[in-house]
C-alpha cells in the first residue's frame, strides 16, 4: 500500500545585520546620545529576546569609543554572541571605502578589524561589511586574504549583473582572479518597511517569500543608527511606539514558518546555489548623490515616476560611479589623492614604532564619511573633514621624519631626505603642481587654477589651514528653496512625510532649522583655494564680495599661471593676465607670485609676494587683492578659535573690516595654533565666514566651513606702471602631535 507523501511546509529564513558606525573625529557627546538611543536599547532588546539572532557590526572608531566609555556594553554583546545568538561581523577598520584603497591597505584595514575584534569577542568575523556597501570587482581579492567568507550587498547589486528578482533571496558566490567570497543581497523593501512601516506589512514580506524547504532568505542589512538615533525613531523603536519590541515579539511568533539565522549559518546550511558576477555598484541613492545636481534631480525624478508606476525599467536605473566623488568635489579628489601619496609613503617605513604609528594615522585618514556627500553630512562637515585630514598629515609626518631621520624612534630611511621643490602631477589631473615641504609644514600650488594654494599643513598641530569647502549648488537645495517659499521668511518649520506607522526616514523629511536660509544660499564661480589674485571693480565692498556676486575685471583667479622657478624654499609662477578697463575694453597685467616657506617645527611661515605689473596701454582701476581661506574649527562663535584685528579679538566666524592694516592674528587654542600675518603695504582687511546650506538627518542648517581674509589696496595703474604686495604668515604651536604619538 502506497505511503501519501506530506508536502513540505513552505518557510523562510531571515538575516538581521546591523552596521552601526561613527566616524573619526564625531563629537563624544554625538556617540553618547546615539549609544544611548539606538546601540543600547538595540542589545537590551536582543537580550530579551533570544530566539532573535542577528550579526552585529561595529567600526572601529565607534569600538574605540566603546571600549573607553562602555566597556560593559562590550561585554553584553560577548555574551550575547557567546551564546550563538548573535555573529559579530568584520570589514575595514576605520570603515574606508575598501575599493579606493591600494590592495595593501585594503588588507591592512581588514585584518586589523579581524584582530581586534578576535582580541574583544574572542572569535575572528566570518563575514564582512563593506562601507556604504561600495562595490567594486576586485574586492573579492582583499575579503578572501583576509579570511572572510561572505559580505552583505543591495539587491540592486544583484540585478545589475542579470539575475531575476528571485535570485537576491539566496547565497552566491563571487570571485576575482579565484578568490571567492559569498553574497548576500539586502532586500530594498525590507529596508523601507523597518522600522517605517507596521510590523505586520514587514512580517507579510517575509511570508510572501516562503517557499517548501526553506530555500529562501531575506537579508535586511542596514544602519543601526535608523533604529532610533535619527530623527523621531527613538520614540517610534523603543518609546510609547514599541516597534522593535513588537516586531522581535512577531518574529518569535512566527517561528512555524519564519527562521531567524546569522549569514554564517545559513552558509553552513545551505551554501551558495551558484555564482555571480557583479558590477561596481553601490545603492540607488549613492548612485543619485554622485551625479552633477542638475542630473541628480532630473534622475530621482524620473526613478520616481517609474517606480511609482511600477514600470520594469526601474530596475535597471542607476546613476554615477562612486569614484566621480573625487570629480564633483575637488576637496574630495585632493583628500583622496593626500591619501595616496601618504600610503606609498607609509608603505615604504622600515618596521618599527613609527611605522605602526604612521599606518594607525593612515587608517584613520582612510575614514570614508568625508570621501562623498549625499543627502547630508559627508565632506560639508568640517570636524569630520579636519579629523581625516588630521590622520593624513600625521601619517605623512612621521614617513617624512623617518625618511630624513629627524628624531622618530627608529631608523630612518638613508639618505632620502623630505621632498620639496616637487613639481608632479598631485591631483591626477594631468597637470603639473608643485610641492614644497619642511619639518614644519607642508604646501601644495596648482598652477593650473590661479596657482591656488591648495592646502597648507601645519604638522606640528596636525592641521590642515586651508581646508575649506567651495559653495556649489546641491540638488537638494530645489528643496530647502520650495519650503522656504512655503513658509515664508518667518519661524523655522518642519515638514515630514507620512507613513503607516507615524514615523519617516531621513530621505523623506523636510526641516528648515533655522530662518532665512534662502537669502544665504550663495555660490561660488572657483574653487576656494587660497593666495589667489583679484583685481575687483571699484564697488566692490566687503558685503558683495562675500555674495560671490561681484565685478571681478581680472582672468587670473582660475586661469593657468606659468612655473618659473621652482627650489626646496619656493616656487615662482607668472601669468599674463587680460584684464578689463573702465571703458570695457581689455588690457593686459601680468601677475607674479612668489611663494616661500621657512622657520622651524614649531614656527613655520609662509609668504606669498604680488607682483602686478600693467603691460598695456590703457590705465588699469580697481581693488588688487589676494584671498585667504582658512579653517581654524570656527563655527559656533567657538571661543578657542579666534581673530585679533585692528587691536579687537572676534569669534573666527565673525565678520569684520578693518582698514590699512600692518599685522593681524588668528588661531585655535584648543589645536594650539597661533598665526600672526603682517603684510607689506598696509592693506585692507575683509573678514568673513563661509557657509553653505546643507542638509543633515535633521533638516538644513547653515554650516561653517571657515574663514575668507581679503587683504586689498586700491590701484590706478598706467601704461608700464607696477605695484605689489607682501603676506607673510607666521605659525606658533604649543604642542608637537608628532611627539605625542610615539611617546
Not at 34 to 55: D, I, K, N
Not at 197 to 223: F, K, M, Q
Not at 441 to 453: D, F, K, L, M, S
Amino acid at each position: 500500500m502506497a505511503v501519501e507523501e506530506t508536502a513540505p511546509e513552505a518557510t523562510v529564513s531571515f538575516a538581521l545585520v546591523i552596521h552601526n558606525h561613527q566616524p573619526v573625529g564625531n563629537f563624544g557627546w554625538v556617540i553618547e546620545d546615539v549609544f544611548q538611543h539606538a546601540y543600547a536599547p538595540m542589545v537590551e532588546a536582543l537580550g530579551r529576546h533570544p530566539g532573535v539572532r542577528a550579526s552585529l557590526h561595529y567600526s572601529g572608531a565607534l569600538v574605540e569609543w566603546l571600549r573607553r566609555e562602555r566597556p560593559g556594553f562590550l561585554a553584553d554583546v560577548r555574551a550575547l554572541a557567546d551564546r550563538g545568538q548573535v555573529e559579530i561581523v568584520g570589514g575595514g577598520w576605520f570603515e574606508p571605502i575598501l575599493a579606493s584603497l591600494p590592495e595593501r591597505d585594503r588588507l591592512a584595514q581588514l585584518d586589523r578589524m579581524a584582530d581586534e575584534l578576535e582580541t574583544t569577542f574572542g572569535r575572528r568575523p566570518a563575514g564582512a561589511w563593506l562601507a556604504e556597501r561600495v562595490w567594486e570587482p576586485s574586492l573579492p581579492v582583499a575579503l578572501a586574504a583576509a579570511g572572510y567568507r561572505w559580505t552583505v550587498l543591495d539587491d540592486e547589486h544583484v540585478r545589475a549583473a542579470g539575475l531575476p528578482d528571485a535570485a537576491t533571496w539566496s547565497a552566491r558566490l563571487t570571485e576575482d582572479q579565484g578568490h571567492a567570497v559569498a553574497v548576500l543581497a539586502t532586500d530594498q523593501a525590507l529596508r523601507y518597511l523597518v522600522p517605517f512601516a507596521d510590523v505586520e506589512d514587514a512580517i507579510d514580506r517575509l511570508r510572501a517569500h516562503a517557499v517548501a524547504g526553506g530555500a529562501a532568505v531575506g537579508v535586511l542589512g542596514d544602519d543601526g543608527e535608523k533604529f532610533g538615533g535619527w530623527p523621531t525613531t527613538w520614540e517610534h523603536c523603543w518609546g510609547d511606539g514599541h516597534w522593535m519590541e513588537r516586531f522581535f515579539d512577531a518574529l518569535e511568533a512566527e517561528r512555524s514558518w519564519l527562521r531567524t539565522v546569522t549569514p554564517s549559518e545559513w552558509l553552513d546550511e545551505r551554501g551558495v546555489v551558484g555564482r555571480v558576477y557583479v558590477p561596481s555598484a553601490t545603492y540607488t541613492e549613492m548612485t543619485e548623490w554622485v551625479l552633477p545636481a542638475d542630473d541628480a534631480a532630473a534622475f530621482h525624478d524620473l526613478l520616481e515616476r517609474d517606480r511609482d508606476a511600477g514600470r520594469p525599467e526601474a530596475r535597471w536605473m542607476r546613476g554615477g560611479f562612486w569614484r566621480n566623488f573625487a570629480l564633483k568635489y575637488r576637496e574630495v579628489n585632493d583628500l583622496h589623492k593626500q591619501m595616496l601619496r601618504t600610503s606609498a609613503k607609509v608603505a615604504a617605513m622600515p618596521p618599527g614604532a613609527a611605522r605602526d604609528a604612521a599606518i594607525d594615522q593612515l587608517g584613520r585618514g582612510q575614514s570614508n564619511d568625508v570621501y562623498w556627500h549625499g543627502l547630508f553630512g559627508g565632506v560639508y562637515l568640517a570636524h569630520l573633514r579636519l579629523a581625516t585630514l588630521a590622520g593624513l598629515i600625521g601619517a605623512e609626518d612621521l614617513a617624512d621624519a623617518g625618511a630624513a631621520g629627524v628624531g622618530v624612534g627608529v631608523g630612518g630611511l638613508p639618505g632620502s631626505g623630505l621632498e620639496s621643490g616637487v613639481v608632479r602631477d598631485l591631483d591626477l589631473d594631468g597637470r603639473p603642481d608643485v610641492l614644497l615641504a619642511s619639518d614644519g609644514q607642508v604646501v601644495t600650488v596648482t598652477p593650473g587654477e590661479g596657482a591656488g594654494i591648495g592646502s597648507w599643513d601645519v604638522r606640528a598641530a596636525r592641521h590642515a589651514v586651508l581646508a575649506v569647502m567651495r559653495r556649489r549648488p546641491e540638488s537638494y537645495h530645489a528643496a530647502m528653496l520650495a519650503k522656504a517659499s512655503s513658509t515664508g521668511p518667518g519661524e523655522p518649520g518642519i515638514e515630514r512625510g507620512t507613513a503607516a506607522a507615524g514615523v519617516t526616514s531621513i530621505h523623506e523629511i523636510v526641516a528648515m532649522k533655522e530662518p532665512g536660509l534662502a537669502e544665504r544660499l550663495h555660490y561660488d564661480r572657483y574653487e576656494r583655494r587660497s593666495g589667489l589674485v583679484h583685481l575687483l571693480g571699484p564697488e566692490v565692498d566687503a558685503t558683495t564680495f562675500e555674495t560671490g556676486d561681484f565685478d571681478e575685471r581680472l582672468d587670473a583667479v582660475d586661469g593657468p599661471f606659468e612655473v618659473l622657478e621652482v627650489s626646496p624654499t619656493h616656487a615662482l609662477v607668472a601669468r599674463e593676465a587680460r584684464v578689463r578697463l573702465d571703458d570695457g575694453t581689455w588690457g593686459r597685467l601680468r601677475i607674479e607670485r612668489r611663494l616661500a616657506i621657512g622657520g622651524g617645527r614649531l614656527d613655520p611661515w609662509l609668504e606669498v609676494e604680488v607682483l602686478a605689473t600693467n603691460g598695456g596701454t590703457g590705465t588699469i582701476t580697481g581693488r588688487l587683492a589676494t584671498e585667504w581661506n582658512v579653517m581654524l574649527l570656527g563655527g559656533g562663535a567657538n571661543p578657542q578659535a579666534w581673530w585679533e584685528a585692528a587691536s579687537e579679538r572676534l569669534p573666527h566666524d565673525a565678520r569684520t573690516i578693518a582698514a590699512g592694516i600692518e599685522r593681524l592674528a588668528q588661531g585655535n587654542d584648543w589645536l594650539g595654533l597661533r598665526i600672526e600675518t603682517t603684510v607689506t603695504p598696509r592693506l585692507d582687511a575683509w573678514i568673513s565666514p563661509i557657509e553653505t546650506i546643507s542638509n543633515s538627518e535633521s533638516g538644513f542648517e547653515a554650516v561653517y566651513q571657515g574663514s575668507c581674509l581679503m587683504l586689498s589696496l586700491p590701484v590706478a595703474l598706467g601704461p608700464g606702471a607696477a605695484t605689489g604686495m607682501r603676506v607673510r604668515h607666521t605659525v606658533a604651536c604649543s604642542v608637537d602631535r608628532r611627539e605625542e604619538a610615539l611617546a
